[in-house]
């Protein structure tokens, strides 16, 4: 096999026209977010254990989507899952805007998963809704109220519709459903 | 926090229930609460008189009862309401014999039931939020001049979650009755405070308001769940976990029994024992211990089984569990005129 002649040109990364970096993502988490995302027909990079100087340990994640934008539900858990995510809007080459702390809505939807076997969204099936109680703090944990059950779940309880649990994607113990 | 009394209802007030589902107490403000009770006590006082005089209120509208889990108070009670108001009922008392046995959800059988010219419908099923999820179906279709308008869905029991009449047509009304309030008094629940939807409806409602004190009193494997009780916390009221209830007794205006509920939760031998030997209402105590004014409140059935309150309470003067059930006629029928904007 031989080595290719510039290394550097295959290995840099595209850079975006008209999309969304999400940055500064928790060092682990950076692919069950992309696995949350609709990003089938997007071209998206994700960069893995990058150098941080912002994160405690000294390292990210980070996703590059090219088109395509997120919805409320989406930026919902990346804040949850990632608090010190950074969300930068591309236009036309340019940064156009930048937000953090990414902000959690007041109800989330189908992107959660109702923890109660008995909650009709789970015997039944069909949407969901949960009210966000409580954002997620330094001291405080996120805590979500089920609309149909009226069960409340918080912190690290939390579970994704992939049906992993937000303790599970902070140790990394998760699966891609694609 | 803005209240009405529990006289005549505002019209403002009044507007809002037309059409209106009633799912969770938790979709209730305190002038709801009270409007529903004042209309209770009305419809109580008129039915007194002459049951009679109610027959025109609601007639010719139809109700449809959707019961997937047994039920004698609730479906009877809702019923008598509607016949006495001059309705009709029809719909289904037996899951095993609807299309539920063949797969088909609660949201599919309202989507056709809403069909089937219905005024309301009263639903008791066993998945915790299905009430909920099939009012987002129980509207009118093409077919009725109504369409589009939203079908009044009542949430007569969903699992271990809600039953919010329990609370605002049949406890509450019963409270006012004796008290004239539901402010100032002293609560006290008892045994299975986990699996009791009653309970939790009650205890919700009394958020809106500003109760004395609660008390719960359970065995540990029981307790009350604890999202209950941080909410308590967060509007200010004071309560207090208890292992036994006599101590409390004295301090004590208003005691809720309840019985394990067995259907929702296997308990083992030795617990049934403790049950029996620790959270019974036994009437040497009420009698030695309570006040007079003191009443006691059991959304029934009573579990001969565990036999709480014990048959002695029932002739003593604190005993109005049958009262209470009694009420949860008047208090439908005063629910259903407010969902159809009859003023009583």
Known sequence: MTAPTEPREY????????????????????????????YTTLRVTPGLNYNSDRIPGGKKDIIYMEGGDLTADQMGVIAVISPSATINWIVDGKLSRKTHPVPVPDELGDILLCSNAKCTTNTEGGSRRFKVLQQPTDTDPFRVLCRYCEKEFYGPLVRFYTGQTLKDVRRGRFEFRR | MVTI????????????????????????????????????????????????????????QRMGVIFYEPSTRTVLSFETAMELLGGSVSGIKDPKVSSAVKGETLAD????????????????????????????????????????????????????????????????????????TLDGLVYLFNNDLKNGRTVHSFVEGLMLCKPKKLYFCSPTQLRTPENILRECAAHGIAFEQIPRYEDALPEVDVFYDTRPQLEREQLPDDLKGKIRAVYTVRADEIRSKAKKEMIILHPLPRDSKFNSPEYAVDSLPQARYFEQSHMGVAGRAGLLCLLKGVRL
Do not use: W
Not at chain 2, 13 to 39: A, M, P, T
């Open chain 2, 109 to 180: 059988t309202i989507r056709v039931m809403a069909g089937y010219f219905y005024d309301f419908f009263v639903i008791r099923h066993y998945d915790e939020g299905s009430v909920r999820r099939a009012s987002e179906h129980s509207r009118y279709p093409a077919n009725n001049m109504n369409e589009g308008k939203t079908i009044p869905a009542i949430n007569g029991g969903d699992g271990s979650n809600q039953h919010p009449t329990q609370t605002v047509c049949t406890d509450m009304p019963t409270v006012v009755k004796h008290f004239g």
């Open chain 1, 11 to 38: 290995m840099r990364i595209r850079p975006i026209h008209n999309g969304t970096v999400i940055d500064h993502l928790l060092p682990g988490t950076g692919l069950f977010i992309l696995n949350l995302l609709d």
């Open chain 2, 5 to 60: 009394g529990f006289d005549k209802c505002p019209d403002e007030v009044y507007k809002r229930f037309e059409g209106r589902h009633i799912i969770s107490i938790r979709d209730f403000d305190r002038q709801d609460i009270e409007c529903i009770i004042s209309n209770a006590l009305s419809m109580a006082e008129l039915l007194k008189k002459d049951h009679r005089q109610a027959r025109h209120l609601l007639e010719g």
